[in-house]
């Protein structure tokens, strides 16, 4: 792979081995028929971290507002 | 702390909107049901693609890195282009370079999309973003942005043969080439931006300011969301106006 980046490349592949790596467990999930990306909190809860979606009005709806905390996946 | 309070607030704000947004919903379920298309604002309807952090391809960045993945963009494309639904595309721009074979594949399926489309630069738009930036039927740039243009290097183990030197030079020809030929500038011109000297504290290559960049032909013109969201609609009713056109000439030679 060849990265073409103003970042160093040093700097993008820092810590890869790190025990860091575990703090960031992002999932994704379809949620409210948008792909999201979430936080896996405890007793199944999720909170959202980011929408993937080019959708506009996806980024409106409350429910999925980053933070927003999804209850149960259902 | 803080989180619980947004999620108070949050919470609140989503009941008291529930009534409204469950008519809504309503509405657009029964859009679906009868085959009409889902709501649209007068101008059209529009998705919007944002481009942050390094763009992300063959290799999984480690966490610390804000990443754009090759497999969430690839196929929101398809769908737009697909979709009836969708007028055009616009597509935001904040990124600091990434793996080229990614970048340069989303740069082409963009290029290649019937659809209007339309990118905005904002904050800067470097290395492998220049691609994807000029890929759009229309560029714009915020006056504030910056594109930074250098050649591709490799960090880590290489063989130290002339062959590799080669290698990279057809890969950066790869970037010259898609730039030169989707923006008003010369790959002469490109080529030696990427490596001029004296720029760069440490390292080849220009950073264009949003100005420069419009003067060198690179991106089509400085602005903002407002500027880029009314050309996206310009280009938008043209196409609309070329496809009715094409519908009458069908139906006239029957």
Redesign the interface.
Known sequence: ??????????V?????FGK??D??S?KEILYEGE?VEVIPMSNNTY?VNRI?????KAYLN??L?P???IESLK | MN?DN??VT?NK??SD?ENIQESSKEDIQELKELGKSTVKSKRGN????TVIG?IE???V?????KTTKYE?VIP?LVA?EESEDIDG?LLILNT??????A?LAIAEMIASMSKPSVSLVLG?G???GVPMAVATKYSFIAPSATM?I?P?R???MIIGVPQTFEYFDK?QER?VQFVSKNSKISSETFRSLMLKTGELANDVGTILFGEEAVKHGLIDETGGLHEALNKLYELIDLKKGEDANICLDEKGGV
Do not use: R
């Open positions: 792979m060849i990265l073409y980046s103003i970042i160093p490349a040093d993008v592949f820092g810590n890869y860091n790596a703090e960031y992002l792909k909170k993937i979606s080019t959708e506009p409350p429910k507002m933070g927003s905390v | 989180t947004n999620k949050l704000f989503s909107e529009i998705h919007c693609l390094q391809g063959h290799i960045l480690p966490p610390q890195n969430h929101q737009i595309l600091v370079g990434g793996d080229v074979e970048g800067g470097h290395s492998i930074t250098h591709i490799l960090s880590g890969m970037v």
